[in-house]
């Protein structure tokens, strides 16, 4: 990687980790009491959809608990959660759409009006990384750990 990207992308770690932090900060009811139901994809019939800058940190989230490739969950669920602790790889990393998803249990889906800045944060940073607008998950971080071999 030229030093170039690599400073791109540093940056733009950065500002998606930045837009997480000011997502915690909105007066938004959510508590994630971390049930995982949300996380079964196949059931659910809903998948999140990551920008770019957001699938770099998850794969990078990824790579940091020694992983090289996403695990393999055939059930359809999040191929972030451990089918045997039913914890989620990278919480702490973890994509906008799982912060702001449709869990009852987490208080809901938040509106979008009331994080469209946010998302149009994220746009912007998708467009600086070279990304062709928000992909479905797996594809969006599998795509990036080929790149960061």
């Known amino acids: 990687m030229n030093r170039r990207k690599f400073l791109l992308e540093k940056t733009a770690l950065a500002e998606v980790r930045q837009v997480y932090a000011d997502l915690a900060?909105?007066?938004?009811?959510?508590n994630c009491v971390r049930r995982t139901e949300c996380?079964?994809?196949?059931?659910?019939?809903r998948t999140p959809y990551l920008t770019r800058?957001?699938?770099v940190v998850a794969a990078k989230a990824l790579r940091a608990t020694g992983r090289k490739a996403l695990p393999e969950n055939p059930d359809g669920a999040c191929p972030m959660l451990q089918?045997?602790?039913?914890?989620?790889l990278i919480?702490?990393?973890?994509?906008?759409?799982?912060?702001?998803?449709?869990?009852?249990?987490?208080g809901g889906p938040v509106a979008r009006r009331e994080v469209?800045?946010?998302?149009?944060?994220?746009?912007r940073i998708?467009?600086?990384?070279?990304?062709?607008?928000p992909r479905i998950f797996q594809n969006a971080i599998a795509e990036v750990l080929?790149?960061?071999l």
């Open 25 to 30: 900060q909105q007066p938004i009811e959510r």
């Open 39 to 45: 996380c079964h994809f196949k059931l659910t019939g």
């Open 53 to 55: 800058g957001e699938a």
């Open 83 to 88: 089918r045997d602790t039913s914890n989620c």
């Open 91 to 106: 919480y702490d990393d973890r994509p906008f759409g799982c912060r702001t998803h449709f869990c009852a249990a987490a």
């Open 116 to 123: 469209i800045d946010l998302i149009r944060r994220l746009e």
């Open 126 to 133: 998708d467009i600086e990384l070279g990304g062709n607008g």
């Open 146 to 148: 080929e790149d960061i």
